[in-house]
């Protein structure tokens, strides 16, 4: 098999089993599910505790890596399974290491190629890159803060990008965080919603009380790309 073959590889077998989720699985991760099997998780974890964690965490990260369907449900498992600590901290590792392994078989496949391709081009493309690259902390952190952005897209978008891998691991945890402390603190809630028959209400995120704080972060995340901004155009 020729080398490009194997160096597109990764990437395409995610992307086949990205759809092979979406086809089987996009019904069966699910509120009800986690309902109904809720006693057989919680006997596992008490059966063995640490196993359990890890296996949880595991199974997440393949679900992020694969771009499978019910990340929600899973974080909403993590917070009824382990308690919003250290349920949230779960939660992150496994998105996180799930959001690296699709990072690196994007960029292998298709990153470095894209980006040189984009500095090529010349232009306004390449401006609109080197002001990217000029402030990526900025952009990375607020495609993590900003809810409309989907969590695929976000790691996708520094991969095609060139983004360092150290950049990456370190804004996807810290800025995964607030929305899955959010999350998480709904799931460890759960016990009295399948108690009461209802279902947990996942607008939540969309209130005045968790937005206004997400704005606020988003705020602090573009406060150094418009400080470079205004420096750049004093010294024109």
């Not at 590889?9 to 092979?20: G, K, S």
């Not at 306004?124 to 890159?129: D, S, Y």
Request: glycine fraction near 12%; proline fraction near 6%; charged fraction near 15%.
């Amino acid at each position: 098999m020729p080398a490009p073959i194997f160096r597109h590889l990764p990437w395409i077998t995610i992307a086949a089993v990205a759809v092979i989720g979406v086809v089987f699985l996009r019904d069966e991760v699910t509120f009800a599910a986690l309902a109904e099997n809720r006693d057989w998780l919680n006997g596992l974890r008490d059966e063995n505790y640490p196993a359990f964690a890890l296996g949880f965490v595991a199974a997440y990260a393949l679900a992020v890596a694969f771009s499978l369907p019910g990340g929600l449900m899973i974080t909403l498992a993590g917070g009824y399974l382990f308690g919003l600590f250290p349920g949230v901290l779960f939660n992150v590792t496994g998105a996180t290491i799930g959001a690296t392994a699709l990072f690196l078989a994007v960029r292998a496949g298709l990153g470095d190629g894209l980006a040189k391709r984009l500095e090529a081009y010349g232009g306004r493309v390449a401006r609109i890159k080197a002001g990217l690259d000029e402030n990526q902390w900025s952009m990375l952190f607020l495609i993590r803060l900003v809810p409309a952005v989907p969590f695929f897209v976000a790691n996708l978008i520094p991969a095609l990008l060139n983004v360092p891998l150290s950049r990456f691991v370190v804004s996807t945890f810290l800025g995964i965080l607030p929305g899955a402390f959010v999350f998480t603190s709904l799931g460890s809630g759960l016990g009295e919603v399948f108690a009461s028959g209802a279902e947990p209400d996942l607008g939540v995120i969309f209130t005045a009380p968790v937005l206004v704080p997400l704005v606020g972060l988003c705020i602090l995340a573009l406060i150094p790309a418009i400080v470079r901004a205004r420096r750049r155009g004093a010294r024109i």
